[in-house]
């Protein structure tokens, strides 16, 4: 029988968190979701350094984030059959592995000294921690009692932003300011250079390591822990008669699923570029340097941190999808300000796009899941998937950076932001239901869930 969801919410708010002797293990797995935060965010201000480092153009720094989030793309799918073959712990235990070798490899490509090593680390890194990520929210919720499992899940997501904010101070503290002011290049000897370079790739390099060590670490006390008999993450898709390509029909015939991935892509696609490319608009606006840029990115985030908890109390009194819309449109105002004013006002506007965009990812996720039934998990790794957009549209800002500038360049998130509030007006004039193929239960008319879970970016 199936409980009302007020019913249900009460009897998960009176179970226990964590199951009996779970408690070691649940800690270890909080410490993947801060690791892998600060994986991402200790990397999104290696496009101004590598730019200074190498003497390179925007567009070829920019590679940075199409190694790390291009490799979110290629492992979602692998990552899925890993765990349906062998279980979420394998694939946790995989991800963490493969993380801590990316980072260690930081080390090798530090003595060789040349990008594409550099850019090789990171997409073994960003590897590792798309399996772990794809692995570690259903992990999460087999950790106790099936009707705590949301608010399980949601407690170990909090802990992901306070993993971006280690990863841009680390940054900010022993990597930028560590980096030597632009020098002519023609007036140094070769060994001259060499030197310059191996001190500043040797500051890169350094925090890297120390999250590998991190890495390792976690690997070692999950790997020590018995694993928990494993709940479904979605519990109520059941078999479906037409296989896997009828889950993807189901897929396909969903517009709220479909629109959704592209909402998913364009949402991530501006969160990376704004956070990334905050440090070269500052240094234009404020003729600042890369740490001044580093500390505005650091007040950013934690924005972001403070709107996050603020929004989850938002969206128990406002359906999510009009506080999306009204958030999408408020990002779209704020670029469009910081084009026209590339000052300390111009910087505000940039910085306070991460109280937009605390609300959207797992918003757009909870909404393009709704009424998809079986298809639930293949429609989850599409959304995985559509992280790819945190590859793609930061080497398109970059390229307008190079030939405009920071604060022009900005119109790309803009429209980014724009799909993502078209996204939220199409779900408030849709009528929720479920897909043809699909056996979830019919909705009233803007009925669904006040909060949802998912990954975190």
């Not at 993947?32 to 925007?58: H, Y």
């Not at 889950?247 to 991935?261: D, M, P, Q």
Request: glycine share 10%; proline share 5%.
């Amino acid at each position: 029988m199936t409980l009302p969801r007020a019913e249900e919410d009460e009897r998960g708010r009176r179970r226990p968190l964590l199951g009996h002797g779970m408690r070691l293990l649940f800690i270890a797995l909080i410490g993947c979701f801060t690791a892998w935060g600060i994986a991402q965010d200790l990397t999104t201000p290696m496009v101004a350094g590598f730019k200074r480092i190498f003497e390179m153009s925007t567009f070829q720094a920019s590679l940075v984030q199409l190694a790390y989030f291009g490799a979110y793309f290629v492992l979602a799918l692998p990552a899925a059959f890993l765990n349906q073959r062998f279980g979420y712990k394998t694939g946790i235990l995989t991800g963490l592995g493969l993380a801590a070798l990316g980072a260690f490899l930081f080390y090798p490509a530090s003595k060789i000294m040349t990008y594409g090593a550099f850019l090789l680390a990171l997409f073994a890194m960003a590897a590792g921690c798309s399996i772990l990520e794809t692995s570690a929210n259903p992990y999460v919720m087999s950790l106790g009692p099936q009707e705590s499992a949301t608010r399980r899940l949601n407690f170990a997501q909090a802990f992901n932003p306070v993993g971006t904010n280690i990863g841009v101070l680390l940054a900010s503290t022993l990597i930028l300011p560590k980096l030597a002011e632009p020098v002519d290049i023609a007036s140094l000897s070769p060994d001259q250079l060499r030197t310059i370079r191996a001190g500043e790739l040797g500051a890169v390099m350094a925090p890297y390591l120390g999250l590998a060590v991190l890495l390792a670490l976690i690997a070692v006390a999950i790997a020590s822990q018995k694993a928990p008999p494993i709940v479904e993450e979605f519990p109520d898709a059941g078999p479906h008669t037409g296989g896997t390509r009828g889950l993807f029909g189901v897929l396909w015939r969903s517009e709220r699923y479909r629109f959704g991935v592209i909402a998913q892509f364009a949402n991530i696609g501006a969160q990376v570029c704004t956070w990334t490319y905050l440090i070269q608009y500052v240094e234009q606006a404020l003729g600042g340097s890369l740490q001044k840029g580093g500390v505005y990115l650091q007040l950013s985030l934690l924005i972001f941190l403070g709107s996050r908890f603020l929004m989850t109390w938002v969206i128990g009194r406002v359906r999510a999808t009009k506080v999306l819309a009204a958030l999408a449109l408020l990002a779209v105002a704020l670029c469009m300000f910081a084009i026209v004013s590339p000052n300390i006002a111009g910087v505000l506007a940039v910085v306070s796009l991460s109280f937009c965009l605390s609300l959207m990812f797992p918003t757009i996720y909870g909404v393009a899941l709704k009424g998809l039934g079986p298809a639930t998990k293949f429609g989850a790794a599409g959304l995985v998937m559509a992280i790819v957009g945190g590859a793609i549209m930061p080497v398109v800002q970059g390229r307008l950076v190079d030939r405009t500038s920071a604060a022009i360049s900005f119109i790309v998130p803009a429209a980014c932001f724009a799909v993502v509030g078209l996204y939220a007006f199409y779900d408030l004039r849709a009528a929720a239901g479920p897909v043809r193929g699909s056996t979830e239960p019919v909705l009233p008319r803007g009925a669904g869930p006040s909060t949802v879970t998912g990954s975190t970016a």
